[in-house]
């Protein structure tokens, strides 16, 4: 697996630098120490407030460096990638930050954080700093071990001290609170792919029907391994594992952390299926999602739970000085608007029947539907491989409303066409072919004959879209086979389309619409939109034939 970086030995001090170069603030600094002494603190720290340290590990990202400032840690150290940061580090960063008000040290429940952070601990209190540690082990994966993993929900204990802190409450009572915090959270993990790192040779433990649940964030393997399914149904299982360990009277805090390589738009899926499900009537607040506490890049994501008290609810909503903390918010439902209609909407528009042209609707669209495998291995071939499923989403929606369209009425129903296409067929094809019903039902409702229409319409189209004859596009087919219906009829119509159709084998490269940014030569493979032009004919000559 590919990474970007110059050297592994200094991935993780590059990456800190990287790091305050962007942040925008004087308030952040790192401890002269570099390579083996990786802090970052606030340098607007006032040490008459308890210091907040915590750490680990590199390649958790945005953790632990990403949240240094207002309201959370006051420091973080860092450690190699996956490895703990050794005792010297941590010293540093608490002799950096403390004051008589004394640290609270954050470890996630790892044998190397515990020993190198306790270490620390012991050394500062032997210099005279008040020093109290917290270990958090909120990982409920493998519920009947005595060292359960501390993994995202550890920021929820971030937030809370790093708040009560910067209220200036004492060392003691901003470490019960952080421990009682601790105690009250849950978290899991899910992934398809386990993580690479940089430099290191990567062997995917997975297959590719399956992924792992409660798999750790350094990668380790994960308590089971599960089939991969719909997300609703894997949130499901993740809901119901960690509803086992929630007080379902209580209300809670949501954290939907990404592991590192899932994409926003699947986050937003997976956000979505875990407050659509019974899970989600113990949530109140909700942080996420996005990449908080992160695994490299792993296709993976977590779930953390935090149970709710007035306490924790006012620290979890205060704002904070890191940008890469994502703020809590309240659950809500989507608000709908309903769309605005279009006026003057005549009674010629409601829906009516006319048995000829139903019959030629259906038979067109259940041709196009047919065709979505095929016209996809064309267009993987030509352009990026959705074009027969974009052609059948629209003819899907056609024959879903096919008993609201206005039938009986000819212009109407080319309008309506364009309508249902322009909404729900997306992409370039969508828009130009809406604009080709629409062009055509308002020449046809102005007294041209259908054919005529139809040209008007492909004028129209081919105006927006640029398209000519000889660019290989569905107007290789489509302007032959609308000239011939105007003179000769619908017969001739398809053969020239067909043939239309066929030239585009021949033509090497396109000038027009996506396939003109496919570097490979198309000779032999025919456009796989004037394809579905020439289908169409011939569906339509053939239900005239048999009419």
Same mark, same amino acid.
């Given at each position: 697996?590919?990474?970007?970086?110059?050297?592994?030995?200094?991935?993780?001090?590059?990456?800190?630098?990287?790091?305050?170069?962007?942040?925008?603030?004087?308030?952040?600094?790192?401890?002269?120490?570099?390579?083996?002494?990786?802090?970052?603190?606030?340098?607007? =720290?006032?040490?008459?407030?308890?210091? #907040?340290?915590?750490?680990?590990?590199?390649?958790?990202?945005?953790?632990?460096?990403?949240?240094?400032?207002?309201?959370?840690?006051?420091?973080?150290?860092?450690?190699? +990638?996956?490895?703990?940061?050794?005792?010297?580090?941590?010293?540093?960063?608490?002799?950096?930050?403390?004051?008589? !008000?004394?640290?609270?040290?954050?470890?996630?429940?790892?044998?190397?954080?515990? /020993?190198?952070?306790?270490?620390?601990?012991?050394?500062?209190? *032997?210099?005279?700093?008040?020093?109290?540690?917290?270990?958090?082990?909120?990982?409920?994966?493998?519920?009947?071990?005595?060292?359960?993993?501390?993994?995202?929900?550890? /920021?929820?204990?971030?937030?809370?001290?790093?708040?009560?802190?910067?209220?200036?409450?004492? %060392?003691?009572? +901003?470490?019960?609170?952080?421990?009682?915090?601790?105690?009250? +959270?849950?978290? /899991?993990?899910?992934?398809?792919?386990?993580?690479?790192?940089?430099?290191?040779?990567?062997?995917?433990?997975?297959?590719?029907?399956?992924?792992?649940?409660?798999?750790?964030?350094?990668?380790?393997?994960?308590?089971?391994?599960? !089939?991969?399914?719909?997300?609703?149904? %894997?949130?499901?299982?993740?809901?119901?594992?960690?509803?086992?360990?929630?007080?379902?009277?209580?209300?809670?805090?949501?954290?939907?952390?990404?592991?590192?390589?899932?994409?926003?738009?699947?986050?937003?899926?997976?956000?979505?299926?875990?407050?659509?499900?019974?899970?989600?009537?113990?949530?109140?607040?909700?942080?996420?999602?996005?990449?908080?506490?992160?695994?490299?890049?792993?296709?993976?994501?977590?779930?953390?739970?935090?149970?709710?008290?007035?306490?924790?609810?006012?620290?979890?909503?205060?704002?904070?000085?890191?940008?890469? =903390?994502?703020?809590?918010?309240?659950?809500?439902?989507?608000?709908?608007?309903?769309? !605005?209609?279009?006026?003057?909407?005549?009674?010629?528009?409601?829906?009516?029947?006319?048995?000829?042209?139903?019959?030629?609707?259906?038979? #067109?669209?259940?041709?196009?539907?047919?065709?979505?495998?095929?016209?996809?291995?064309?267009? !993987?071939?030509?352009?990026?491989?959705?074009?027969? $499923?974009? #052609?059948?989403?629209?003819?899907? $929606?056609?024959?879903?409303? %096919?008993?609201?369209?206005? /039938?009986?009425?000819?212009?109407?129903?080319?309008?309506?066409?364009?309508?249902?296409?322009?909404?729900?067929?997306?992409?370039?094809?969508?828009?130009?072919?809406?604009?080709?019903?629409?062009?055509?039902?308002?020449?046809?409702?102005?007294?041209?004959?259908?054919?005529?229409?139809?040209?008007?319409?492909?004028?129209?189209?081919?105006?927006?879209?640029?398209?000519?004859?000889?660019?290989?596009?569905?107007?290789?087919?489509?302007?032959? *086979?609308?000239?011939?219906?105007?003179?000769?009829?619908?017969?001739?119509?398809?053969?020239?389309?067909?043939?239309?159709?066929?030239?585009?084998?021949?033509?090497?490269?396109?000038?027009?619409?996506?396939?003109?940014?496919?570097?490979?030569?198309?000779?032999?493979?025919?456009?796989?939109?004037?394809?579905?032009?020439?289908?169409?004919?011939?569906?339509?000559?053939?239900?005239? #034939?048999?009419?």
């Amino acid at each position: 697996m590919k990474h970007f970086f110059n050297r592994r030995e200094t991935i993780v001090t590059e990456a800190l630098d990287g790091l305050l170069r962007t942040s925008g603030s004087d308030d952040l600094a790192r401890l002269d120490g570099y390579p083996e002494i990786k802090v970052v603190l606030r340098a607007d =720290w006032d040490k008459s407030k308890v210091s #907040v340290v915590s750490g680990g590990g590199a390649g958790h990202e945005p953790s632990h460096a990403g949240f240094v400032g207002k309201g959370m840690l006051t420091a973080a150290v860092s450690g190699e +990638i996956f490895a703990s940061p050794s005792v010297a580090a941590v010293l540093a960063a608490i002799r950096a930050v403390t004051g008589p !008000a004394g640290c609270l040290l954050i470890v996630k429940n790892y044998t190397g954080d515990r /020993l190198n952070f306790g270490l620390a601990a012991e050394k500062a209190r *032997a210099e005279g700093f008040r020093v109290e540690m917290v270990i958090v082990a909120d990982d409920i994966a493998l519920p009947d071990i005595n060292q359960p993993r501390g993994v995202a929900g550890t /920021l929820f204990v971030h937030k809370i001290s790093g708040h009560l802190s910067e209220a200036g409450h004492h %060392l003691a009572d +901003i470490a019960a609170a952080a421990r009682a915090a601790a105690k009250d +959270i849950v978290s /899991l993990g899910m992934s398809l792919s386990s993580c690479s790192i940089p430099g290191q040779p990567h062997e995917d433990r997975f297959g590719a029907d399956d992924g792992e649940l409660g798999l750790g964030i350094h990668g380790e393997p994960g308590v089971e391994r599960i !089939a991969l399914q719909s997300v609703d149904r %894997l949130v499901a299982i993740m809901a119901e594992r960690l509803a086992a360990g929630l007080d379902p009277k209580a209300s809670h805090a949501l954290l939907i952390n990404n592991l590192g390589a899932v994409p926003p738009l699947e986050m937003s899926l997976v956000a979505n299926a875990v407050l659509a499900s019974p899970l989600a009537k113990t949530v109140k607040l909700a942080i996420g999602p996005g990449p908080l506490m992160t695994a490299l890049n792993m296709n993976g994501f977590s779930l953390s739970l935090i149970r709710l008290d007035a306490a924790r609810e006012a620290a979890l909503l205060a704002p904070v000085g890191p940008h890469a =903390w994502m703020p809590a918010k309240p659950v809500a439902a989507p608000v709908i608007v309903p769309m !605005a209609k279009a006026a003057g909407q005549s009674a010629a528009h409601k829906a009516s029947q006319d048995a000829g042209t139903r019959r030629l609707i259906v038979t #067109v669209c259940e041709k196009l539907i047919s065709l979505e495998a095929s016209l996809n291995g064309l267009d !993987a071939r030509a352009g990026d491989g959705d074009t027969g $499923s974009t #052609v059948a989403t629209g003819a899907r $929606s056609i024959l879903e409303r %096919l008993d609201m369209l206005p /039938l009986a009425n000819p212009a109407a129903t080319l309008g309506a066409i364009g309508d249902i296409l322009s909404a729900s067929m997306g992409g370039s094809s969508g828009v130009l072919l809406s604009i080709f019903f629409t062009a055509a039902a308002q020449a046809l409702g102005g007294g041209a004959s259908l054919s005529k229409a139809l040209l008007a319409g492909l004028e129209r189209m081919t105006f927006y879209g640029g398209a000519k004859p000889g660019d290989r596009t569905m107007v290789d087919a489509l302007e032959p *086979a609308l000239k011939a219906l105007d003179a000769n009829g619908l017969e001739e119509a398809a053969a020239a389309a067909r043939r239309g159709a066929e030239e585009t084998a021949a033509m090497e490269k396109a000038k027009a619409g996506r396939s003109v940014y496919v570097g490979t030569k198309l000779q032999g493979v025919v456009d796989p939109g004037a394809h579905a032009v020439a289908e169409v004919f011939s569906a339509a000559a053939a239900l005239l #034939v048999t009419a």
